[in-house]
C-alpha cells in the first residue's frame, strides 16, 4: 500500500478511490496523462525560456533526483547491500525502487523546466532514459553493481553538462517517506 501511494505522489498513471480518508478496496481507476505529464515526453525544444524561476526549479527537481540515487541507491551498492546474503538485503532493494522511482519522477520534472536550453534537455533525456532501465532492474532485483556505476557516471555527466550551460546543481537531502 506504501508503495502504491508513493508511486502515485510521484507521478505515477493509477489512483486508487478513497472514501471517508482510507482507502477502499476495489479496481484501480486508469488516469489519463495531463498535459503537463505528456510534456515528459516532448522532444526538445529549439529556443526561449517560458517559465519563471526556470534555472533554480530546475536545479532543486535535478538536486532531489541526484540526492535520492546517492543515498538509497550508489551508498548501498558500495557498501554491499544489494549483495546475496547482505543484512536487510529485500528492504535495501525496495528502498532503492522506490527511490529510483522518485528520481525518475524528478527527473521528469527537471526536464519540464530544461526546456530553455536545449543541450541540457538532451542531456537530461540520456540520464532519463538510463534511470528508467535503472529502476526496472531495481525492482526486478536484477541490477549489477555495473548497472549502478552507469546511473552513477550519469548523474555525473548531467551535472557536468548543467554546469556549462549554467545551471549549476547539487545534491541535496532526500527522505523517502517509510524508505528511511
Known amino acids: ?27 484501480v481507476a486508469l488516469v489519463t496523462p495531463t498535459a503537463a505529464e505528456s ?6 525544444p529549439t529556443g526561449g525560456n517560458a517559465k519563471k524561476f526556470a534555472k533554480t526549479r530546475f536545479a532543486l ?6 540526492g535520492a540515487f546517492h543515498r538509497y541507491i550508489y551508498k ?15 528492504r535495501t532493494i525496495a528502498k532503492a525502487a522506490i527511490a529510483g522511482a522518485f ?6 520534472v527537471a526536464k519540464s523546466f530544461a ?4 543541450s541540457l534537455c538532451r542531456a ?3 540520464v532519463n532514459s538510463q534511470f528508467s532501465a535503472l529502476t526496472d532492474k531495481l525492482h526486478k532485483g536484477t541490477a549489477t553493481p555495473a548497472d549502478i556505476e552507469a546511473g ?29
Do not use: W
Open 39 to 44: 510534456e515528459y515526453n516532448s522532444p526538445c
Open 103 to 108: 528520481a525518475l519522477h524528478q527527473l521528469k
Open 76 to 90: 548501498p551498492l558500495r557498501s554491499g547491500g544489494f549483495r546475496a546474503g547482505a543484512e536487510k538485503r529485500k
Open 124 to 126: 537530461l533525456e540520456g
Open 1 to 27: 500500500m506504501l508503495t502504491m501511494a508513493l508511486l502515485v505522489g510521484c507521478g505515477g498513471t493509477t489512483t486508487a478511490p478513497a472514501s471517508g480518508g482510507a482507502a477502499a478496496a476495489g479496481p
Open 152 to 180: 552513477k557516471s550519469s548523474m555525473t555527466g548531467l551535472q557536468r553538462d548543467a554546469a556549462k550551460t549554467g545551471y549549476k546543481f547539487k545534491e541535496q537531502n532526500v527522505n523517502i517517506p517509510g524508505a528511511s
Open 61 to 66: 527537481h535535478a538536486g532531489l533526483a541526484l
Open 115 to 118: 526546456t530553455a536550453n536545449p
